[in-house]
């Protein structure tokens, strides 16, 4: 009985070692997979690490804004206190008189001039006027320019003088001042001293001059009119010069910028005072001026006897020969309007 109970006892205690050897046993396995596991997470992490160390840099997509030409003006900058001795209202709200209307039937003989306007002749002087006041600088070609920025009138393509072709101001603006430039500078930021050699690029943009526009071009007709037997000039467009120099500085020619429509710009001309050096308080507008020929010009082109529409400097190669074939078209003119009267 004893033996009995001493191995009831040994096979209890066997059996109790034996399921303590099986949980320890299944609580390192266990261990063993959650290790394996977070080593390989680690590793993966590793891994996504190091690519992201060998992957190139993400590129900026977003291209450069390109520089542009600027048409630059000057501020216009108001007087804050009245900058004349007595009040000076009716400039602002001057309006140019209408033109006389002429029948198409009354209009008996009618011919077309090209004058050139050259603002170093004496009688000239106002197109060269660059004082400020409150509407801008008073020179013609800034108010030509301001008021193209300004949309109060529209230039036209020197493709042609029949107002065809509407242009931009950005297109004005690279024939007066050229499109910007790219050139190498030395760095003198990272070379001071120029030794290394650094060069950076930079972008050139010119500035427009005024002084530059030296000449301008006047259309107009002539037209006869019967009912009031009268000669009547009419403008209907000008057009500002730009000076074509060659690489020496010498003069080459000269080509038109754009034209503007002249009876939309009555106006605005009608606003702006032109230089008297006389009587600074007897002044006219500048539609005035053009409209009582208060200028000097030359005819470069007419419809008297040229078939080609061409210019006299086409088929005339001397200047003064020029000249006389520029008053010989305005006499012919003259000796028609003299030759309708009988005394």
Sequence with gaps: MKNRIIQLCLLVAAMGLFVETADAQARNRSSRKRTTAKKTSTNKNNTGNAEALTQAPAKDTVPAAPVEA????????????????????????????????????DAVYRQRLWREIDIHEKMNLPFMYNADDDNG????????????????????????????????????????????????????????????????DTVTINMFNPSEIEKYWVKEEVVFDKESSRLHVRILGIAPLKTIKNVDGSFR?????????????????AR????????????????????????????????????????????????????????????????????????
């Design 253 to 269: 020619a000269v080509t038109p910028l754009f034209w503007v429509y002249y009876p939309d710009m009555r106006p605005l001309l």
């Design 272 to 343: 702006y005072e032109a230089y008297n050096g006389k009587n600074f308080g007897a002044r006219m507008s500048w539609e005035e001026l053009f409209e009582s020929r208060m200028f000097a010009s030359r005819i470069i082109k007419s419809t008297l006897d040229n078939p080609g529409d061409q210019y006299i400097e086409s088929y005339i190669k001397d200047p003064i020969l020029r000249l006389l074939e520029g008053e010989n078209a305005k006499d012919k003119i003259f000796n028609y309007e003299q030759d309708l009267w009988s005394y």
């Design 137 to 200: 600088n008073q020179k013609f070609i800034n108010i030509l320019l301001s008021s193209l920025k300004s949309g109060e009138i529209t230039a036209f393509s020197p493709i042609d003088d029949r107002f065809t072709t509407p242009i931009t101001l950005k297109e004005i603006t690279e024939q007066l001042v050229g499109k910007p430039k790219v050139e190498s500078i030395p760095d003198w930021a990272n070379d001071p001293d120029g030794s290394k050699g650094l060069m950076k």
């Design 70 to 105: 600027t048409l630059d003006l000057g501020p216009v900058r108001k007087s804050l206190r009245n900058d004349n001795a007595i009040e000076r209202n009716l400039v602002k709200e001057r309006i140019p008189l209408n033109y006389e209307h002429i029948r198409e039937d």
